[in-house]
């Protein structure tokens, strides 16, 4: 059983695995889906420097006690279920609810309300159903800030949805006039 601080190195190097450069480990991904066999992950992680004691069981505890639940084990394949870099992952089309949440940070709030949401890098702006995730994902570069989206008149705007699974929600962009931001949240 992996400690804590193992946990989230192995949560780092699995993203990167799953999300940012597979093919610089010979990792070929699914893709419709992004996924790969646990095995053959398994197999890339322990031929690694420092990784070759890691078990299939090791990469369970640290998909179920990821936080953010940024993968996601179906049978015998795993992949991650948003942040992409490398191919974009083709998700079905859903129905989010009437308000989803961004974070943020303070910095780039200006930029973000006058040219919308981009996905600055990655394949998808990231969206969530709660608050927490929200946070989680807006306070790591400064000051927390918490854009509402609605829905419904982003959809009417031309947005797509795409469910990610655990709450998160996907879209190629939002437009301005679709955010708020989100006074004093309760997080």
């Known amino acids: ?3 804590s601080d193992a946990e989230v190195l192995l949560s780092k190097f699995m993203t990167k695995l799953l999300r940012h450069t597979p093919e610089q480990y010979g990792l070929i991904l699914d893709p419709e889906d992004g996924s790969c066999l646990l095995e ?3 197999e890339v992680i322990t031929a690694a420097p420092n990784w ?3 078990t299939e069981a090791d990469i369970r505890q640290t998909v179920e ?3 953010k639940q940024r993968f996601a084990i179906e049978g015998e394949r795993i992949k991650a279920r948003y ?5 974009k992952v083709d998700y079905k089309p859903g129905q989010p609810p009437g308000m989803l949440y961004h974070g943020t940070h303070e910095p780039a709030l200006s930029a973000i309300l006058k040219e919308g949401l981009k996905p600055m890098g ?3 702006v990231h969206l969530s159903e709660g608050l927490q995730f929200a946070s989680l994902a807006g306070s790591r570069r400064g000051k927390l800030v918490i854009l509402t989206v609605d829905t419904v008149k982003a959809a009417a705007s031309g947005v797509t949805f795409y469910y990610a699974g655990n709450e998160v929600w996907l879209a190629e962009q939002v437009p ?3 955010m708020a931001v989100l006074e004093e949240p309760e997080v």
Do not use: P, V
């Open 1 to 3: 059983m992996l400690n």
């Open 40 to 42: 053959e992950l398994l």
């Open 52 to 54: 070759s004691g890691i």
């Open 65 to 67: 006690g990821s936080t």
């Open 83 to 87: 942040g992409h870099s490398h191919t």
């Open 122 to 124: 990655r394949q998808y």
């Open 176 to 178: 301005a006039d679709c």
